[in-house]
């Protein structure tokens, strides 16, 4: 049955990390699908004329020359550049490709058809013409960078046509840099599989105290129905006893032995009655039929069957009753006050005190003086006290007045102990008896 508390913590803890798993490929399939799908939209577009909708990468352009080795009138390329120009000598035209150089990656795109001498290859995206100032022939150009502006739209044609003509034209690479995104994604994934390790711990060692709350519980119930069912087979075993007796004639006194039959029985039938009552409550097929009670008059009623016991063991019973009128369902809520005042009349040594009010009401005794540990289970469905006793009558109480939407305590008092049950929608009425 120990193992039970492992199975459970492991199958928590593997089911967490699983899933954790599932979310971290899941994100990283959706964020490099829609990385690859921006990165093929805006190397499209470098290779496009139409520059109205901007994508989200700017993608960097490399033009390439038969001549450009010759620095003496061409720009010379960065190595970076010269790295991916390097590369791309083997891969097909037209396609979108991903490489990985110099420890950088790329989504880079190779074009060798006829160039299209505009704004997008010779000027970029800002417009602007890099070139040395060994290539400037013209002395109106000063500086490294010309600013194409729409006042002088031939003069790029007029430089471009002057040194990058189709004959020395060998083809465009265009090239986007991913390295930060895919950095970004590394380190998100290294957050997903520490979140991972460690909401598995916690999902383990949450499985764990559950499997063991559950082994607990499993051992409560055991305990519990060997319980109950000695406590059945004590009245079966005199009424069987008495049967025998009166068949075998040892028996003559019929009516002591009938009123001892009838005794044990109707402890046996109170006994079933509520552990079905409790198996009804817990699958949820018990509903209240409420009414308005006066609770008051309601409690005294209650307590008239326990007149003779009363009477008998010499117990004082003290009331203080406020009329108060309150919404319940009459048959569960005296079931309920009856296992109340059973179990106060049960362990009372002198005396009880009942008491209502339009907050409630409260049944008291002076009973032994009772540990914490058994106070705090005193209310434990399944739960067997030192003298053996299930307490199914409070635990069923319990149930029945939580059904009403009430609560109920038990705490200590000087001498004693007070079930207080805090009523809910109650109305106080003038007078007091």
Not at 63 to 82: D, G, N, W
Not at 288 to 296: H, K, M, V, W
Not at 344 to 373: H, Q, W
Request: charged share 25%; proline share 2%; hydrophobic share 35%.
């Amino acid at each position: 049955m120990n193992k039970l508390r492992w199975k459970i913590a492991v199958l928590v803890g593997c089911v967490v990390i699983v899933l954790m798993l599932i979310v971290t490929v899941t994100f990283n399939i959706i964020v490099r699908k829609r990385m690859r799908y921006n990165a093929e939209e805006a190397l499209n577009y470098a290779f496009s004329e139409d520059y109205t909708d901007i994508p989200m990468y700017q993608p960097e352009v490399i033009l390439l020359f038969k001549t450009s080795t010759e620095e003496s009138l061409y720009p010379q390329y960065t190595q970076k550049e010269r790295s991916i120009i390097n590369w791309c000598s083997d891969i097909e035209t037209d396609t979108i490709k991903l490489a990985n150089i110099n420890d950088n990656s790329y989504y880079v795109m190779f074009r060798d058809s006829d160039p299209l001498f505009s704004e997008t290859y010779a000027f970029g995206f800002d417009n602007t013409l890099n070139i040395s100032d060994d290539m400037l022939t013209d002395d109106d150009l000063e500086t490294d960078t010309y600013i194409y502006t729409d006042d002088d739209p031939d003069l790029s044609d007029e430089i471009i046509e002057q040194y990058y003509s189709d004959d020395d034209y060998k083809g465009t690479i265009a090239y986007i840099d991913i390295t930060g995104e895919l950095e970004m994604i590394r380190r998100i994934n290294i957050v997903f599989l520490i979140s991972a390790v460690i909401i598995g711990a916690l999902g383990s060692t949450a499985g764990y105290f559950t499997g063991r709350k559950l082994e607990q519980n499993h051992l409560a119930q055991k305990q519990f129905f060997e319980n109950t069912s000695h406590e059945l087979k004590t009245p079966l075993t005199s009424i069987r006893g008495y049967a025998e007796g009166i068949e075998t004639g040892v028996i003559t006194d019929y009516k002591r032995t009938g009123r001892t039959i009838a005794a044990q029985t109707e402890k046996m039938s109170r006994l079933v009655e509520e552990i079905l009552c409790m198996a009804k409550i817990e699958s949820g097929s018990v509903s209240l039929e409420r009414e308005e009670i006066e609770l008051s008059g309601f409690i005294q009623d209650c307590l008239m069957p326990f007149e003779v016991t009363v009477l008998s063991r010499g117990l004082e019973v003290s009331l203080d009753l406020v009329p108060t009128t309150v919404s319940a369902d009459p048959d569960k809520l005296e079931h309920a006050i009856s296992n109340l005042l059973t179990n106060a009349l049960k362990y009372a040594r002198t005396k009880i005190c009942v008491s209502c009010s339009s907050e409630g009401f409260c049944i008291s005794n002076d009973c032994e003086p009772m540990s914490d540990d058994t106070l705090s289970h005193l209310f434990e469905r399944f739960y067997t006290g030192r003298d053996g006793n299930t307490g199914i009558g409070l635990s069923l109480a319990k149930d029945l007045i939580e059904l009403h939407g009430w609560q109920i305590t038990a705490k200590r008092t000087d001498d004693g102990i007070c079930f207080d049950v805090r009523c809910s929608g109650s109305r106080k009425k003038s007078r007091r008896k």
